[in-house]
Structure formats: structure tokens, C-alpha cells
């Protein structure tokens, strides 16, 4: 195995952290040696200096996704966190119902990793909606850096022990079985959620409309205070006056310096 030094370690990390906002700490060098090197092995390099300089000068851009799917975990489940769905169905949805007189609700998973949190979003809305979604715009939009979970979330095809979790009626209302193994997500479901690339340290975000509801949860535990901060200032700017912010309970904001305001463990509301 390719083994990577110090020096070569920090250029990598400094190029990811400046691009992507991941921090990888010195004893994070094992995990990165171990994910990149079937990567370095492949392409024939002799040490981390040439795959640093090969991921640079790629004009594709396909140097980099390989590297950030390989660093990044994309560690997600159903129900993940169960206490945010139910907070955002019987206190969010209701609400918004209320007030939304164009009837256009803006929900944003950023970091959606395989599409476990925007289909369970999906599943909610159209659950608590009934007959009346068809009045209402709610699409979903999931965003992650990583186009090869990207494609899979697109799919809908998730494994029969992963949907377990999922409350029967909605195994009967929404998913199809594919085999004893595997099952899909419903078209109406999938076409509920709008898949895209977007990289959360692009210094402007180029969305027209602000959002009712962000989820960003187990996302910043990969960030250092400062990239934290500067992306929740962000959020807080692309969020419509009433909505909401969920983070992961791993997470958790300062709240003398956010300008949101505490609701429950990581949920927050811009009043």
C-alpha cells in the first residue's frame, strides 16, 4: 500500500477543507491512505504527491468526485432521528398549511447522501396532505457533493431490511417490492424529490426563492467552527421568515451567536 506523509497528508486536506469544507484532522491520515488507495493502485501512481497533482490539473472533474466519494461516509437511514419527522408533521406542515397562500412549500435536504431523509419528506407531505397535494407544490429539493450517491438516491431501490423501519401503511401506500431482497419507491414519491450536485462552500447560493424548511443534519461534524458558521449564516439567509432549520443532534449551534432561535434539540426557527 501507498503509504502518504505528513506533507503530502496536509496539501490534500487543505485542498478538500478550501473546496468542500471537510476537515480532515491529522489522525484522520489511516482512513484517507485506506479509502484512496485501490484509487493510487489503479492509476498506477507511485505516491499521494502525483494523485494530488492529477486530481488538480483534471480539466473532467472527475478526479475530484472519485476522491470526495471515497472520503466522504453518505452514512444514512430511514426514520433517521424519528423526532424531527414527527416535529416536521405535526408542527411545520400544519403551520405552513395555514399560512402559505400560493401554496408553494420550499423544503431543502442538503446532504442528502442515498435519499433516505427527502423520500421520508416526500412520504409525510403526501401522507398529511391527502387529497388537497395535488393543490400544492412540495417538491423536495436534495442536494449532496457526491454524484455516485446521487444516482443511486435516484433510483429509489433500497434494500427490504432498510424500509423495516418504515410504518407499515406506508410500505403499503409507497414502496413495491422487487424481490425478497430489494424494493422501489412509487413513481409519485420519486417524483416528488429533485436530485443535484451542489457543493454547500460555493460562496453564494444561486437559489431564486428563499426555503421554508432546510435539513442539514450530520453534515457540520465535518467542518471547522468557522466553515459551521459561515454556512449557517447562509442558511439563515435562504430561509423565508417562519421556517426552519434541522440539524443532527450530534450538532449543535451557539445560541448567543446564531440569529436563530432555539425551538428543540436541533431544530431552529428565523422569527
Given at each position: 500500500?501507498?503509504?502518504?506523509?505528513?506533507?503530502?497528508?496536509?496539501?490534500?486536506?487543505?485542498?478538500?477543507?478550501?473546496?468542500?469544507?471537510?476537515?480532515?484532522?491529522?489522525?484522520?491520515?489511516?482512513?484517507?491512505?485506506?479509502?484512496?488507495?485501490?484509487?493510487?493502485?489503479?492509476?498506477?501512481?507511485?505516491?499521494?504527491?502525483?494523485?494530488?497533482?492529477?486530481?488538480?490539473?483534471?480539466?473532467?472533474?472527475?478526479?475530484?468526485?472519485?476522491?470526495?466519494?471515497?472520503?466522504?461516509?453518505?452514512?444514512?437511514?430511514?426514520?433517521?432521528?424519528?423526532?424531527?419527522?414527527?416535529?416536521?408533521?405535526?408542527?411545520?406542515?400544519?403551520?405552513?398549511?395555514s399560512i402559505a397562500k400560493?401554496?408553494?412549500?420550499?423544503?431543502?435536504?442538503?446532504?442528502?447522501?442515498?435519499?433516505?431523509?427527502?423520500?421520508?419528506?416526500?412520504?409525510?407531505?403526501?401522507?398529511?396532505?391527502?387529497?388537497?397535494?395535488?393543490?400544492?407544490?412540495?417538491?423536495?429539493?436534495?442536494?449532496?457533493?457526491?454524484?455516485?450517491?446521487?444516482?443511486?438516491?435516484?433510483?429509489?431501490?433500497?434494500?427490504?431490511?432498510?424500509?423495516?423501519?418504515?410504518?407499515?401503511?406506508?410500505?403499503?401506500?409507497?414502496?413495491?417490492?422487487?424481490?425478497?431482497?430489494?424494493?422501489?419507491?412509487?413513481?409519485?414519491?420519486?417524483?416528488?424529490?429533485?436530485?443535484?450536485?451542489?457543493?454547500?462552500?460555493?460562496?453564494?447560493?444561486?437559489?431564486?426563492?428563499?426555503?421554508?424548511?432546510?435539513?442539514?443534519?450530520?453534515?457540520?461534524?465535518?467542518?471547522?467552527?468557522?466553515?459551521?458558521?459561515?454556512?449557517?449564516?447562509?442558511?439563515y439567509d435562504m430561509t423565508?421568515?417562519?421556517?426552519?432549520?434541522?440539524?443532527?443532534?450530534?450538532?449543535?449551534?451557539?445560541?448567543?451567536?446564531?440569529?436563530?432561535?432555539?425551538?428543540?434539540?436541533?431544530?431552529?426557527?428565523?422569527?
Open positions: 500500500m501507498v503509504t502518504i506523509t505528513e506533507k503530502e497528508f496536509r496539501q490534500l486536506a487543505d485542498y478538500i477543507k478550501a473546496n468542500y469544507g471537510i476537515y480532515l484532522k491529522e489522525e484522520k491520515q489511516t482512513l484517507v491512505t485506506g479509502r484512496l488507495h485501490n484509487v493510487l493502485a489503479n492509476r498506477n501512481f507511485k505516491n499521494f504527491s502525483e494523485y494530488y497533482n492529477y486530481i488538480v490539473s483534471d480539466k473532467t472533474g472527475d478526479a475530484v468526485v472519485t476522491l470526495i466519494d471515497k472520503i466522504t461516509t453518505n452514512h444514512t437511514f430511514f426514520m433517521r432521528e424519528t423526532e424531527h419527522f414527527f416535529y416536521f408533521r405535526d408542527k411545520v406542515l400544519p403551520y405552513f398549511n400560493d401554496k408553494d412549500l420550499r423544503i431543502w435536504s442538503a446532504g442528502c447522501s442515498s435519499g433516505e431523509e427527502p423520500y421520508t419528506l416526500a412520504m409525510i407531505i403526501d401522507e398529511f396532505f391527502g387529497k388537497e397535494k395535488m393543490l400544492w407544490d412540495t417538491k423536495v429539493l436534495a442536494t449532496d457533493i457526491s454524484s455516485k450517491v446521487l444516482a443511486e438516491a435516484a433510483k429509489g431501490v433500497y434494500s427490504t431490511e432498510k424500509i423495516a423501519v418504515l410504518p407499515s401503511q406506508w410500505k403499503l401506500n409507497y414502496i413495491k417490492k422487487v424481490d425478497n431482497a430489494k424494493a422501489v419507491l412509487i413513481d409519485k414519491i420519486r417524483n416528488e424529490v429533485i436530485y443535484r450536485k451542489f457543493n454547500l462552500m460555493e460562496q453564494t447560493f444561486p437559489f431564486k426563492k428563499k426555503f421554508h424548511v432546510i435539513f442539514c443534519r450530520n453534515v457540520m461534524i465535518y467542518f471547522d467552527n468557522k466553515t459551521k458558521w459561515e454556512l449557517i449564516n447562509k442558511f423565508e421568515y417562519g421556517g426552519y432549520l434541522f440539524i443532527g443532534h450530534s450538532e449543535s449551534l451557539n445560541r448567543e451567536e446564531t440569529k436563530y432561535k432555539y425551538i428543540m434539540p436541533a431544530i431552529y426557527r428565523k422569527e
